[in-house]
């Protein structure tokens, strides 16, 4: 092929996944002008799904990249409702991606109404628990362009009417920051980072969707909850609250930054203080982390807006720590929860609930739970819910990242 060939060929794949990758681009604003009632606000190319669709889809599949690719790559998680706690069973997820040379290359068997998305895509439906798995190879960036790898998702559920797309990325790619600065990070039905762990030679990405998260016009019933921090699904921001107490004492370090590979708990305290039961909780915290050394960090994080002075509220939670003789759980405050240079902010936090508790693993949220009363029932709870959202590849080694 000569140059001007190649030339065309590659910017007919960009133009055409470009409009796939980003509603954030045109497209988008295309659909949001002529198809506001479609869901999740139109998607230009997710109908190739249907395109020799199988009549039975199971909840795994593997792709040609599997054993054609140079990196084998295993997505897996589980499916859940918008509550991010429901199993959703029967959603149909398609997905395709590009080979190792950043094209979504074809093969005699591809359908030709199908060869735009190429010869590495499938579909999988999610089992009575939410449980998919997808089988393939991690895909490589176009070549010469700077849109980082990705992975398109199509989601169909069986009670709405059209289907819509998520986009994945990878956290350890070097093109996704730029990507994210350019573009936002949108996390459509759930965090838009994988996150890869090593099983031998073999990376798994392990990735929930919730249905509906951060999908336009999707149908919801009115909330009547409290409504406090991010949700289930999203990353759990970086920020940067003064230590008091605890192994960063003195200091201003990112709780999910250095301690974002296992479990944190996250658990926040506004302007309505109840002394007594916060107390309980940090003994508990403290106690949980304690048994579960480097696989858990606990963080307090007080936000009292009212008469804040830097010094006093330092004093006051380090006088704290000590009383109760705490070991591993961190004291830590900001001036408010909408204080922005500490970006407490992102966090979304309803300073005027009693707490909020942020649970997340492998920095994404898992859980969480507003006005939790300190008694041995929500203390059971939270150990039970540690351990239920392990998974199956807890205690696996990251790959070096440079």
Same mark, same amino acid.
């Given at each position: 092929?000569?140059?001007?060939?190649?030339?065309?060929?590659?910017?007919?794949?960009?133009?055409?996944?470009?409009?796939?990758?980003?509603?954030?681009?045109?497209?988008?604003?295309?659909?949001?002008?002529?198809? #506001? =009632?479609?869901?999740?606000?139109?998607?230009? $190319?997710? !109908? +190739?799904?249907? @395109?020799?669709?199988?009549?039975? /889809?199971?909840?795994?599949?593997?792709?040609?990249?599997?054993?054609?690719?140079?990196?084998?790559?295993?997505?897996?998680?589980?499916?859940?409702?918008?509550?991010?706690?429901?199993?959703?069973?029967?959603?149909?997820?398609?997905?395709?991606?590009?080979?190792?040379?950043?094209?979504?290359?074809?093969?005699?068997?591809?359908?030709?109404?199908?060869?735009?998305?190429?010869?590495?895509?499938?579909?999988?439906?999610?089992?009575?628990?939410?449980?998919?798995?997808?089988?393939?190879?991690?895909?490589?960036?176009?070549?010469?362009?700077?849109?980082?790898?990705?992975?398109?998702?199509?989601?169909?559920?069986?009670?709405?009417?059209?289907?819509?797309?998520?986009?994945?990325?990878?956290?350890?790619?070097?093109?996704?920051?730029?990507?994210? #600065? =350019?573009?936002?990070?949108?996390?459509?039905? $759930?965090? !838009? +980072?994988?996150? @890869?762990?090593?099983?031998?030679? /073999?990376?798994?990405?392990?990735?929930?969707?919730?249905?509906?998260?951060?999908?336009?016009?999707?149908?919801?019933?009115?909330?009547?909850?409290?409504?406090?921090?991010?949700?289930?699904?999203?990353?759990?921001?970086?920020?940067?609250?003064?230590?008091?107490?605890?192994?960063?004492?003195?200091?201003?370090?990112?709780?999910?930054?250095?301690?974002?590979?296992?479990?944190?708990?996250?658990?926040?305290?506004?302007?309505?203080?109840?002394?007594?039961?916060?107390?309980?909780?940090?003994?508990?915290?403290?106690?949980?982390?304690?048994?579960?050394?480097?696989?858990?960090?606990?963080?307090?994080?007080?936000?009292?807006?009212?008469?804040?002075?830097?010094?006093?509220?330092?004093?006051?939670?380090?006088?704290?720590?000590?009383?109760?003789?705490?070991?591993?759980?961190?004291?830590?405050?900001?001036?408010?929860?909408?204080?922005?240079?500490?970006?407490?902010?992102?966090?979304?936090?309803?300073?005027?609930?009693?707490?909020?508790?942020?649970?997340?693993?492998?920095?994404?949220?898992?859980?969480?739970?507003?006005?939790?009363?300190?008694?041995?029932?929500?203390?059971?709870?939270?150990?039970?819910?540690?351990?239920?959202?392990?998974?199956?590849?807890?205690?696996?080694?990251?790959?070096?990242?440079?």
């Amino acid at each position: 092929m000569n140059k001007i060939g190649l030339f065309l060929l590659l910017l007919t794949l960009f133009i055409s996944c470009n409009g796939q990758t980003n509603a954030k681009s045109q497209n988008q604003n295309v659909s949001e002008i002529d198809n #506001k =009632k479609i869901i999740g606000g139109g998607c230009e $190319g997710c !109908e +190739l799904m249907y @395109v020799e669709m199988p009549e039975q /889809i199971l909840p795994e599949h593997t792709s040609l990249g599997w054993t054609e690719g140079k990196q084998k790559l295993i997505l897996t998680g589980k499916v859940f409702q918008l509550d991010g706690k429901t199993p959703a069973s029967d959603v149909i997820i398609y997905y395709w991606h590009t080979d190792d040379k950043g094209l979504y290359s074809s093969s005699n068997q591809t359908p030709k109404k199908a060869k735009e998305h190429g010869k590495l895509r499938g579909w999988v439906k999610s089992d009575k628990d939410g449980n998919y798995t997808i089988k393939t190879s991690r895909p490589a960036a176009y070549p010469n362009d700077n849109i980082p790898q990705h992975i398109h998702l199509s989601i169909k559920e069986p009670d709405i009417p059209n289907e819509y797309y998520a986009d994945l990325y990878f956290d350890d790619d070097p093109l996704y920051l730029k990507h994210k #600065k =350019k573009y936002g990070k949108l996390d459509r039905a $759930g965090t !838009e +980072l994988l996150r @890869v762990v090593l099983d031998s030679k /073999i990376q798994i990405a392990e990735h929930n969707i919730v249905l509906g998260l951060n999908i336009p016009d999707y149908p919801t019933k009115n909330r009547t909850d409290i409504q406090s921090g991010l949700n289930i699904g999203e990353d759990q921001p970086s920020f940067i609250p003064f230590h008091a107490y605890g192994p960063d004492k003195g200091t201003r370090t990112c709780p999910v930054c250095k301690y974002g590979r296992y479990h944190g708990i996250v658990y926040f305290v506004g302007d309505n203080p109840n002394w007594d039961d916060i107390k309980k909780w940090l003994k508990q915290l403290d106690n949980e982390s304690v048994a579960r050394e480097k696989y858990l960090k606990a963080y307090f994080v007080y936000g009292n807006s009212k008469n804040y002075n830097k010094q006093t509220r330092h004093t006051e939670l380090d006088k704290i720590g000590k009383e109760l003789g705490l070991q591993k759980i961190a004291l830590t405050f900001v001036p408010s929860f909408s204080d922005t240079e500490s970006e407490a902010t992102l966090n979304k936090i309803n300073p005027n609930v009693e707490n909020t508790f942020i649970i997340y693993r492998h920095r994404t949220i898992v859980d969480k739970y507003v006005n939790l009363k300190p008694k041995e029932q929500n203390f059971k709870l939270i150990t039970e819910i540690l351990d239920k959202t392990k998974g199956n590849y807890f205690d696996f080694n990251e790959p070096k990242h440079e």
